[in-house]
């Protein structure tokens, strides 16, 4: 069960995404319950299943909820998951077989498979892209579904801290790959960039030129 | 006509529509072939250049505004549990507990 390529490699992205799971499932039921007045309580779990995306949904519902218009929104939205063009390119090399099976496993790296997948050499282990994204996808849809439901009950997720679970999961995994001085600047920049932008620049728009930084990596090291 | 379809709704098609295609693009076009070299550096580098952006944009943004607040003390916490080599759900513990704790505190 051992061997590369066997059902190994699904159970082990299961196991490492767990802890990460427990912060998404608190962050899609505080998704649920931000959402619900203004989408309804189905559109938002609809939302869950199609985008998986969390900032997205966020700034989209936010936006509406906030009296915004629909152009706004969606426009934060996708500019929100433009990385994840970029980070398609970068799975891609990993990702073999038929073309269907390659869009639907695409669906499932985010952020946290991006970078619990990475093997250190560049490369993405494909199985546990599917084997974390699963687990991530069920605590995502379920958590949204339960806060759609029955958040009320909950509160205010910000009092449980939950705000900070997501910088501090983010910090975990970055630390592994500052390994080289190149990646470090790069990390610094990219740091750098998006506070700048923050404050003048619609969300969304940060991230994306944060993600710029990497183009340092046009000269050899 | 418009409450034939919600604004809710449509932003749940556009929105789903489009992160599907953007997820979709590099794999499908790009499947299974290595990158150029210098294309490869580059990719190589987006991982410390976006993951860090996202965590100084969630530990110090709110909406188009930087904010000092509790979460910065969980995350500087998180910070030193990262360097005593502490596995990423004690992590996520220690962050939320010390913001949790400051909001109550001050």
């Known amino acids: 069960m051992d061997e590369p390529g066997g059902s190994y490699s699904f159970a082990h992205g299961a196991r490492k995404v767990a802890p990460f799971s427990i912060a998404v499932f608190g962050f899609g039921m505080s998704f649920g319950v931000l959402a619900r007045p203004t989408m309804g309580s189905v559109a938002p779990i609809v939302m869950s299943v199609t985008t998986f995306a969390g900032s997205a949904q966020f700034a989209a519902a936010s936006i509406l909820s906030s009296g915004g218009t629909l152009a706004a929104a969606v ?11 970029p980070i398609g390119v970068s799975v891609a090399p990993s990702l073999t077989g038929p073309w269907w099976s390659r869009f639907l496993r695409a669906q499932l790296v985010v952020d946290e498979t991006w970078a619990l997948s990475a093997d250190g050499r560049g490369g993405h282990d494909p199985k546990v892209i599917v084997g974390a994204g699963v687990v991530l ?7 949204t579904a339960a806060g759609v439901s029955f958040g009320d009950l909950f509160g205010d997720p910000a009092r449980l801290g939950l705000d900070a679970a997501f910088p501090a999961l983010f910090l975990a995994l970055l630390v592994p790959n500052l390994d080289r001085s190149q990646a470090r600047v790069a990390a610094l920049l990219g740091a750098g960039i998006a506070l700048a932008l923050t404050p003048i620049a619609p969300a969304g728009v940060p991230i994306v030129v944060a993600g710029l930084a990497c183009l340092m990596g046009w000269k050899r090291s | 006509m418009e409450a034939l379809v919600s604004p809710a709704w449509w932003a749940v098609a556009i929105v789903g529509v489009a992160t599907i295609a953007i997820k979709g693009a590099g794999p499908v076009l790009l499947g299974g072939k290595p990158l150029p070299p210098r294309i490869g550096r580059i990719i190589g580098l987006l991982a410390p250049a976006l993951l860090a952006a996202l965590v100084a944009i969630s530990t110090f943004g709110t909406d188009r505004a930087l904010v000092l607040d509790e979460r910065a003390l969980g995350v500087g916490a998180a910070a030193v549990a990262v360097a005593l080599k502490a596995p990423p759900l004690l992590v996520v513990i220690v962050a939320a507990v010390v913001t949790a704790g400051a909001r109550t505190l001050f």
Do not use: E, F, K
Request: overall charge positive.
């Open chain 1, 75 to 85: 426009v934060a939205a996708i500019l929100l998951n433009a990385r994840y063009g």
């Open chain 1, 137 to 143: 996808y069920a605590a995502w849809v379920g958590g």
